[in-house]
C-alpha cells in the first residue's frame, strides 16, 4: 500500500497541469486542462460541445473528420455532446481518480471508459450524418479523439494515443500490434516498467511523439533513433462495430 500512496503523491496536481509549461507542455495544453478541471462534467451539451471542438481542432482529431454532411445545421460536437449527457461517462470518469496513475491496476477501467466514448462519439456520428443513410456505411474509429478528450480529463490516467504514439512505441523496441487502445495501453503499460515515478502520460507522450516522428521519417531507410529498415504499411481507418440503443 505504501507504494501506491508514494506514486499518488508524485503525481501532478491540477496547478501543474494548468500553469507549468515543464508539466503541460505547450500553453495551449494549459488552456485545455484548465477548460477540463472548470467544467468536468458532461451534463451540459453547450459545455461538452465546446470541449469537444477545442480539443479536436487543437489536436487535429476533430470527429467531423470522414463523418460527411450534417442532416441539420447543428454541429457534430453539439450531437456528441447530447449523446454523452445521457451516458455514463461521468461516472466512469468519477471512477478514476485524479492523482491516480496510469498503471496495471485501472487499466481497465482506462479502456473501459474509451471505449464508451468511442461508441458514442460513433452512433452520435451515424444519427447526424447523411451517410448513416447508408447502411453499410461506419462512421470512422475516433480512438485518437477519445483518447486526447479523457487525456484532458484525468491527465495522470489517460495515454494519448496517434500515429505518432504508436511508432514511437515501435522504436523504443516493443512489440505490437498497438491498433486498439486496449494493445497501446497494454505497449504503454510495458513501456514504463521499471521507470521511476516521475513520468506521466503526457511526459511519455511528449517522449514518444518525438521518437515516432524519427521512425516515421521516411528521408532515409533506416530509422536515426533504433535503427530499423522501414517497412512502408498503407494506413487505413477501422470500422467501428456499433451497438444498438
Ligand atoms: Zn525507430
Not at 32 to 49: E, F, Q, S
Request: with cysteine; glycine share 10%.
Amino acid at each position: 500500500m505504501a507504494v501506491k500512496t508514494d506514486a499518488i503523491a508524485l503525481t501532478p496536481t491540477w496547478e501543474a497541469y494548468t500553469g507549468y509549461a515543464e508539466t503541460a507542455g505547450p500553453f495551449e495544453n494549459q488552456v485545455l486542462y484548465a477548460m477540463c478541471r472548470d467544467n468536468p462534467a458532461h451534463g451540459d451539451p453547450y459545455v461538452t460541445a465546446g470541449k469537444i471542438t477545442a480539443i479536436g481542432r487543437i489536436y487535429a482529431a476533430a470527429p467531423e473528420r470522414g463523418a460527411g454532411s450534417g442532416r441539420e445545421p447543428g454541429s457534430l460536437s453539439q450531437a456528441i455532446a447530447v449523446r454523452l449527457a445521457n451516458s455514463p461517462l461521468d461516472d466512469r470518469l468519477n471512477a478514476i481518480a485524479f492523482a491516480e496513475r496510469f498503471s496495471k491496476a485501472n487499466i481497465g477501467q482506462i479502456v473501459e471508459a474509451h471505449r464508451l466514448l468511442v461508441q458514442e462519439v460513433a452512433l452520435a456520428t451515424r444519427g447526424w450524418s447523411i451517410s448513416g443513410d447508408d447502411g453499410a456505411w461506419s462512421p470512422r474509429n475516433q480512438a485518437s479523439f477519445a483518447s486526447k478528450y479523457l487525456h484532458f480529463h484525468r491527465p495522470n490516467a489517460f495515454p494519448i494515443m496517434d500515429s505518432y504514439a504508436k511508432a514511437g512505441l515501435a522504436c523504443a523496441g516493443l512489440k505490437g500490434p498497438f491498433g486498439t487502445y486496449e494493445q497501446f495501453c497494454a505497449g504503454i503499460a510495458r513501456h514504463v516498467e521499471g521507470q521511476d515515478l516521475s513520468w506521466t502520460p503526457r511526459s511519455i507522450d511528449t517522449h514518444l511523439v518525438i521518437r515516432g516522428r524519427a521512425h516515421l521519417d521516411r528521408t532515409g531507410s533506416l530509422c536515426r533513433q533504433c535503427g530499423v529498415e522501414f517497412v512502408r504499411r498503407p494506413r487505413k481507418a477501422k470500422a467501428v462495430v456499433l451497438n444498438s440503443g
